[in-house]
């Protein structure tokens, strides 16, 4: 509230702005950076006086960078508003840093914004709501109860000038005599930038409203002109279905088809499937990963910017004359279905499958073959799942699939042990098999005109505890190997098989190969015989393995 300057006993009992905003900046500093303050000490063992005085030097730095943000944000009529806000996303961002060692980044950022309510929720626990409460909401009422005392608008502008000033200086000096321990910080050690509330989520927000301006403001690109079919499809009478299942969550190591100690698929494990057991993603989050997946670049030049404003593989191959479809029980297609069909299965009305506010898996499949049949065309359809996304995994299967016991009944994943957690998660790649297994045999059922074909990616994997890590979205830098080592594996009808002409030998002697996210745009045109300069046959994993396109290859491209 604005108080008088004229009166002494309100000046005594008043805070000036600036005050204010160093005080605050104390009390983030000590109470809302414990986490990062850990890792600090970790890296810079204070064991030494050097050691020490560099502590004490980072410790000035931050006060100096959340003080100089604090001030710049904050003005008489905006404080009361943007307290609360800041208060209350650093208790988040604190809860989550330190109970999932999660790192708060532009991409977490625009996880949370298209994360749905139902998914949200899954996250809502006692805990949470204790962080809220005691770092959150009861700092944003003493400071809404605190008497402020603001000067007038020239002598307050005046004042963050000269702080504005005096703390870009200090922290060129610090970075001046310390820099070449700043500078090895900045290049080794760059989560920890992330790690620093408020400023953490505050940059990262900015970072990402300024991608999502930039994003707007560039004009779509079409890439599919000179798509078409080579003539291989002469020789084709039957219809034709690709199922591209997107996993979500799903770990390469935690399927038994690849050789875990836990049966977790096993009615994959009787199909003849095509199983390739070294493949990477190219993100850790499905906001990242799944735009990379359809894009025609690489995960090292990829730009989620021109991802968005380009056209895809499903672009590609509804130019190419197929019936493209999404079929979605997650968070939507991040824009990748914006021009072909799309079906939102989260919110069906299925008493079996829809028990509570989300689907089970199975509701991807829903009026399937009927829609299949249907169809004149030869089809390309999409099943978004909802896979073995946490932490709620005890929600993502029904209590048939509860088999690995004892499991993790809870979201607050610390409170349950390494077994506990990874049962439950393992029974979500049971489901998974269940599901998968029901796919193939929708497919194998069809009628014998039919060629169909089944190939299942995930988007990104699971941390599960290891290193006190959970869940996803680490920043590839530092992202360990259980979250970006991925499943990916295909399942072809005989019809299919002997129609393309595939090389199921051919294909096997792959199965080792280092693979990517990045072998896949150019793999499914690859196998659907879909001609375009921006295909790259060396990332193709069927070139070579199907016989007779050889030939019709070479005379299309001469």
């Known amino acids: 509230m604005h108080s008088n300057f004229n009166n002494p006993e309100t000046i005594k009992n008043s805070l000036r702005p600036w005050q204010l905003h160093l005080i605050v900046s104390l009390f983030f500093i000590v109470f809302l950076n414990f986490s990062f303050w850990t890792e600090v000490s970790q890296i810079l063992n204070p064991s030494s006086i050097i050691n020490l005085l560099m502590l004490a030097s980072v410790f000035i730095f931050i006060l100096l960078v ?289 028990q509570t506010e989300e689907c089970f898996d199975e509701i991807l499949l829903s009026q399937l073959t009927d829609q299949i049949k249907n169809n004149p065309n030869n089809q390309v359809i999409v099943l978004h799942q909802k896979g073995s996304h946490g932490p709620s995994y005890y929600l993502r299967y029904p209590s048939e699939f509860n088999q690995f016991q004892p499991t993790c009944t809870t979201n607050e994943l610390q409170k349950c042990n390494k077994n506990e957690l990874s049962n439950s998660y393992d029974n979500t790649i049971l489901y998974t098999d269940y599901v998968l297994n029901k796919v193939i045999q929708l497919l194998d059922d069809l009628p014998k005109e039919y060629n169909s074909s089944m190939v299942y990616i995930s988007d990104h994997g699971e941390s599960l505890g290891e290193n006190n890590i959970y869940l996803h979205g680490t920043p590839y830098f530092m992202a360990p190997d259980a979250q970006t080592h991925v499943p990916f594996f295909m399942w072809f009808s005989n019809p299919f098989l002997d129609d393309f002409a595939i090389n199921q030998n051919c294909l096997q002697q792959k199965q080792q190969m280092a693979l990517s996210h990045d072998n896949y745009f150019h793999s499914i045109l690859g196998l659907m015989h879909v001609n375009t300069k921006h295909y790259d046959a060396e990332k193709d994993i069927f070139n070579s393995c199907q016989q007779i396109l050889l030939n019709t290859t070479a005379s299309v491209t001469q």
């Open 66 to 354: 959340i003080n100089l943000v604090l001030n710049i944000l904050c003005f008489k009529f905006s404080y009361k508003y943007i307290y609360p806000l800041v208060f209350i996303g650093s208790a988040l961002s604190l809860y989550f840093i330190k109970e999932y060692h999660i790192v708060i980044d532009r991409d977490m950022i625009q996880n949370l914004v298209e994360t749905n309510p139902a998914e949200a929720k899954d996250f809502i626990n006692f805990s949470i709501i204790l962080y809220v409460l005691i770092l959150g909401i009861l700092p944003s009422i003493f400071i809404l109860k605190t008497k402020i005392l603001f000067g007038s608008l020239k002598s307050e502008l005046f004042i963050k000038l000269k702080i504005f000033l005096l703390s870009i200086s200090a922290i060129s000096c610090l970075l001046y005599i310390s820099y070449p321990t700043y500078a090895s910080l900045a290049r080794n050690q760059r989560h920890l930038s992330h790690m620093i509330v408020p400023t953490n989520y505050i940059f990262a927000g900015i970072s990402y409203l300024q991608h999502q301006i930039k994003s707007a403001q560039t004009p779509f690109e079409t890439l599919s002109e000179d798509v078409s079919l080579n003539n291989f499809w002469d020789r084709i009478n039957n219809k034709t279905v690709l199922v591209l299942v997107l996993g979500e969550t799903a770990r390469a190591d935690h399927m038994s088809l690849n050789g875990y100690q836990q049966q977790t698929t096993p009615n994959l494990a009787k199909r003849e499937l095509i199983n390739f057991e070294n493949v990477q993603s190219c993100g850790t989050s499905t906001a990242a990963a799944l735009p990379c997946i359809f894009s025609h670049q690489n995960r090292e030049n990829f730009s989620k910017n021109k991802a968005k404003n380009s056209e895809n593989l499903l672009d590609f191959l509804a130019k190419a004359g197929f019936s493209v479809q999404w079929r979605d029980n997650n968070t939507g297609c991040k824009g990748i279905c914006n021009r072909v069909d799309f079906i939102d299965l989260t919110h069906e009305n299925d008493s079996q499958l829809c």
